[in-house]
């Protein structure tokens, strides 16, 4: 009873945050082309939604690779979404405040980053995700997608895609804990987040796949990373 009264009380806590946050946009830089489209570079995404249409049992049964898609632009709803999914806040009833993903120690070895080329009021460019104020940096402002997708081998469907979120790993946040087994330990973790984007992805009706096949040093200097970049997920509305 007090346990499930805990819950609650952290669940409300977390989403009064998210909720407060997205009414201040300090940190939002507003470029407006014209009256009618506003376009940001980055900033507070719209807060996150914890319940779905789509049951997690449907998602797992869906889910399978996707490397084809439209021209369709995905919203920063969506966007914002996938990326809570993939490292957002989040609560669990024992330890308080958490995130989506566990993580060996609660060293949370990966930073997470999107490159965005065809998103709905958002400059196409390279962002970093603050997962505990839910908001999007700016750190390049360009279309790199094509750039990214020769970096992956000519995987040319990364160029396509809309959006594809990059999951990159400071290893010593963890080897420092727990020495040579903490580079398994991000491994694994980096599995966690990649099947998280994967299901949410797929219970918004959207298609994507993991990408793992990449020249490390070329996407590192691309996009000039400090941690080393493990896994590339593009998504987007799948091409039946
Ligand atoms: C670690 C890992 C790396 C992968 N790398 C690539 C890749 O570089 N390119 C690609 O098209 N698919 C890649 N995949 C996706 C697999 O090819 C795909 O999951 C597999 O064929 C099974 O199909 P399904 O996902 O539809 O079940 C990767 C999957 C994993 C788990």
Redesign the pocket.
């Known amino acids: 009873m007090i346990a499930a009264l805990c819950r609650a009380v952290f669940v409300a806590a977390v989403v009064l945050m998210v909720s407060a946050c997205s009414s201040v946009n300090d940190n939002q830089e507003v470029n407006s082309a014209d009256e009618e489209a506003t376009v940001i570079s980055g900033g507070q995404l719209p807060p996150p939604v914890t319940e779905g249409e789509v049951s997690f049992e449907q998602a797992l049964y869906r889910r399978?690779?996707k490397?084809s898609f439209s021209d369709r632009q995905l919203s920063l709803e969506e966007v914002g979404q996938l990326l809570w999914a993939a490292q957002g806040l989040s609560v669990d009833g024992i330890t308080g405040p958490t995130r989506t993903a566990p993580s060996a120690g609660a060293t949370h070895p990966l930073q997470i980053y999107l490159i965005a080329g065809n998103v709905e009021g958002l400059h196409s460019g390279f962002y970093r995700y603050d997962y505990l104020s839910h908001n999007l940096e700016l750190l390049t402002e360009k279309d790199l997608r094509a750039e990214l997708a020769r970096a992956?081998l000519n995987?040319s469907f990364i160029k396509d895609a809309p959006i594809s979120v990059i999951l990159a790993a400071d290893y010593e946040r963890t080897t420092l804990v727990y020495g040579e087994r903490g580079i398994s330990y991000v491994y694994m973790e980096v599995g966690h987040v990649t099947q998280n984007i994967l299901l949410q992805g797929e219970a918004l009706g959207l298609g994507a796949?993991?990408?793992?096949?990449f020249s490390d040093e070329e996407v590192k200097a691309l996009l000039s990373l400090d941690e080393e970049p493990l896994m590339i997920i593009p998504l987007g509305e799948p091409l039946q």
């Open positions: 399978q690779s490397r992956a995987q796949v993991a990408v793992g096949a």
